[in-house]
């Protein structure tokens, strides 16, 4: 069993956004549950790899030289091992409701996810699919450490 301690976040499914938790004394709640790292995880756009195709229209809006349109978070950069943060769904952004677009949406949570073997010894538990009673939204559910989140995502 892995040791965890980081600062609260809630999710709110209904805004769609996430923030530190505070507690009635008004101090920031101590998260000791994957949860935290999962939705930072899940949260974060990791940058996009040279061979990947980028959604139609991000390139038209950033300079041909910009690393904006890769997207990311620049303190991977800092990192001498090579480590990213997030996950690269938000490349499927305008992709087509197809099952070659739900595996990627796996592999890459599988990707994003790789940190919980790291820390654990144990893969975290990922699916993707679509929901049958929405079309073009993709449901995510991640498993760590007996912890689930799921989450879903507007693609096609």
């Given amino acids: 069993m892995s040791s965890w301690l980081d600062l609260a ?5 209904d805004t769609r956004r996430a923030d530190l938790v505070l507690g ?5 709640v ?3 549950t994957p949860l935290t790292p999962m939705l930072v995880t899940f949260g974060s756009d990791r940058r996009a790899r040279a061979d990947d195709e980028l959604p139609t229209g991000i390139t038209e809006l950033n300079a041909p030289s910009s690393f904006i349109e890769r997207r990311g978070w620049v303190g991977d950069a800092l990192d001498a091992n090579g480590g990213r943060i ?8 305008r992709a087509k409701q197809t099952e070659l677009t739900q595996l990627m949406a796996a592999e890459w949570l599988k990707e994003g996810y790789a940190w ?5 010894g144990v893969p975290a538990v990922i699916a993707a699919q679509w929901r049958p009673e ?6 995510a559910r991640v498993q760590v450490d007996g912890r689930e989140l799921t989450i879903t995502r507007a693609v096609a």
Avoid: K, M, Q
């Fill in 24 to 28: 009635e004394d008004g101090d920031l």
């Fill in 134 to 139: 929405a079309r073009g939204i993709l449901a």
């Fill in 116 to 120: 919980v073997e790291v820390d654990t």
């Fill in 9 to 13: 976040f809630c999710y709110d499914p």
């Fill in 30 to 32: 101590l998260d000791e």
């Fill in 86 to 93: 997030g996950v690269r769904l938000w490349l499927l952004d």
